[in-house]
């Protein structure tokens, strides 16, 4: 790869990009963004010609890396013999894209509705749940993240949900398993499953079971902090769903796609969902693609009953293009064995040496090539290593392990006090402990504040 340096490239390309783009999630006038010249790999440079090992797969998307040429290949030659056409038409690239998908999908999620990315694939999902069942209610997690448009972002428990939330919104939150940060004073997996499970049927009960048309739930929650659930917990709420007629939805828009070193994260707890929604990895996001894959009952639903929602670009033509060749490519080159065998075998052990050596490490978690640091003051009383959702100066930590993190060559990715380790699927071995080796320069920052 030759990254292209011309300094006064990126300076323009930012000069334009500050007048006129208007970024998402962000105080326009406060941030900087990075002018990026390229990208190839695992890697992406600046204008400057500083390259950075991509820890973040974009966000967590590019599962295959940047411009893999089989997948541009196929983007080109869709582009040259139909670019585009409307989704009430029977396209070759559309029917063979959801072919390949719910070939894959556990159980019964043979039918695919494909939106534009996860946010719209959430709205839908729950939309067909409520039909479905026609119970108003959903029930989602806090510690989860659904995506930014009203009923996504309503059912999201990350902060960024508090600007925009309604109080019609028909969601209830409840408490997921997370024993590190046990709201149920479990001291033990078992435990905390159990009284998840518990408190999920408590709240079911109060809410009224026959009000509730679904629950929500990343499989493994990401941005959230990565957190894998105990044996058990999506078995539980998998019966729960089942007892009181609920449709379970589970979210893998992150997960999915061989991230967790399965294609689907359900397959690690061999739980089949109603409705599983998907996006950024179908396709590597090389085309904004997403969807949700339907159980036959659901399908049921709406064989002689018109589904009311679609989307122009549904099944877009360019972007299922590109998932079949991404997931051509990720069954060629093994890229779900080699997340789990690269996860296993380095990315694990690299991750726990480094809490060993680090103070600033409070605990490691994750699962195939899909992992999170949580960053403490204190090991002990587990003290956040800046306060939740922290803001400006409060966040000087992180900032400063963030920026370590850049200087030594790697693009983290840092959500209040964490820093997550999600490098591309078929990221090399080389590639990891070069990761590895950055974090390690890193972390000596983050330890100076504990
Ligand atoms: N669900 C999950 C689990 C996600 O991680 C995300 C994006 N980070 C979304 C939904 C929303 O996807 P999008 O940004 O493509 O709308």
Redesign the pocket.
């Known amino acids: 790869m030759t990254p292209q340096t011309d300094p006064r490239a990126g300076a323009a390309v930012k000069a334009v990009d500050r007048a006129h783009v208007f970024h998402s999630w962000s105080a326009q006038e406060l941030i900087d963004p990075l002018a990026v010249a390229g990208a190839e790999g695992s890697y992406f440079w600046d204008h400057d010609g500083k390259r950075y090992l991509d820890l973040t797969s974009g ?2 998307y590019a599962n295959i890396g940047y411009q893999h040429p089989k997948v541009v290949a196929a983007i080109q030659e869709q582009a040259a013999r139909m670019t585009t056409f409307a989704p009430a038409f029977a396209v070759e690239a559309r029917s063979e894209a959801a072919r390949l998908i719910a070939e894959r999908t556990p159980g019964d999620l043979d039918k695919i509705f494909f939106t ?7 709205e839908h999902a729950l939309r067909m749940a409520r039909l479905h069942t026609g119970r108003p209610k959903v029930l989602s997690a806090y510690r ?6 009203q009923q ?1 972002i309503n059912v999201t428990g990350d902060p960024r949900r508090w600007a925009s939330d309604s109080a019609s919104a028909g969601v209830v939150h409840f408490w997921a398993p997370f024993l590190y940060r046990s709201r149920f004073y479990a001291e033990t997996e078992e435990q905390e499953c159990a009284r998840a499970l518990e408190h999920l049927e408590t709240t079911i009960a109060f809410e009224g079971p026959a009000t509730i048309a679904a629950i929500i739930l ?1 499989t493994v ?3 959230a902090g990565i957190m894998v659930p105990p044996p058990g917990y999506l078995a539980g709420v998998r019966e729960i769903c089942d007892k009181y007629g609920i449709v379970l939805v589970l ?5 999915g796609f061989g991230r967790t070193g399965e294609w689907f994260a359900a397959d690690l707890f061999g739980v089949v969902p109603d409705l599983m ?1 998907f ?2 990895g179908v396709n590597s996001g090389y085309v ?1 693609l ?1 969807g949700v894959a339907i159980s036959g009952a659901i399908a049921e639903t709406f064989a002689r009953r018109a589904y009311p929602g679609g989307l122009t670009y549904s099944g877009h033509p360019l972007a299922c293009a590109a998932a079949v060749a991404t997931i051509d490519v990720m069954a060629e080159e093994g890229i779900v064995e080699n997340a789990r065998n690269l996860g296993a075998s380095v990315v694990e052990p690299g991750l726990r040496a480094l809490a060993e050596r680090h103070p600033s490490v409070g605990e490691v978690r994750g699962v195939g090539m899909f992992w999170a640091l949580e960053l403490v003051k204190d090991r002990e009383t587990r003290e956040p290593l800046v306060p939740y959702n922290a803001a400006g100066e409060a966040n000087a930590a992180m900032a400063a392990f963030g920026a370590a993190a850049k200087k030594a060559g790697v693009w983290p990715f840092v959500n209040m006090n964490r820093t997550h380790f999600v490098p591309p699927l078929n990221a090399s071995e080389s590639e990891v402990k070069e990761g590895l080796a950055a974090l390690d320069q890193a972390l000596s920052v983050a330890d100076e504040y504990t």
């Open positions: 966000l967590v534009n990315g996860g946010a719209d694939a959430v989860s993240y659904h995506g930014g448009t996504a990343e929650p990401g941005t979210d893998e828009v992150m997960a929604t996006a950024k904004p997403g």
